[in-house]
Nanobody
Framework: QVQLVESGGGLVQAGDSLRLSCAAS????????MGWFRQAPGKEREFVAT???????????YYADSVKGRFTISRDNAKNMVYLQMNSLKPEDTAVYYC?????????????????WGQGTQVTVSS
């Protein structure tokens, strides 16, 4: 069982930066693939970024095209934390951001393949 708690959301202006944090419980956190998703009002939940181990100590990260080059996902297994650094924010980034964990990552971008979810944190970017 993994419990996830997001924090770090807020109201910012276009061009600003925010860092979201996701605190995870569970002794097997390091083995989980972690992801960030977001959901804007009236829209479906969409994939933002994922990070997982890929052979030995190498980390694999993958991003949605809409955030590539602006957002960076990272994890600290010693602290059971996952982060999403968001730079050059745009009004279209406004959404509730969710942290998710997958025991086995069959598809990084499909929300249904993740096993655990946080409650979400609101990010609002004004123009």
């Amino acid at each position: 069982q993994v419990q996830l708690v997001e924090s770090g959301g807020g109201l910012v202006q276009a061009g600003d930066s925010l860092r979201l944090s996701c605190a995870a419980s569970g002794r097997t956190f390091s083995s989980y693939a972690m992801g960030w998703f977001r959901q804007a009002p009236g829209k479906e939940r969409e994939f933002v970024a994922t990070i997982r181990w890929s052979g030995g100590a190498a980390l694999y990260a993958y991003y949605a095209d809409s955030v590539k080059g602006r957002f960076t996902i990272s994890r600290d297994n010693a602290k059971n934390m996952v982060y999403l650094q968001m730079n050059s924010l745009k009004p279209e980034d406004t959404a509730v951001y969710y942290c998710a964990a997958a025991r086995t990552q069959t598809s990084a971008v499909v929300a249904d393949t993740y096993d655990y979810w946080g409650q979400g944190t609101q990010v609002t970017v004004s123009s």
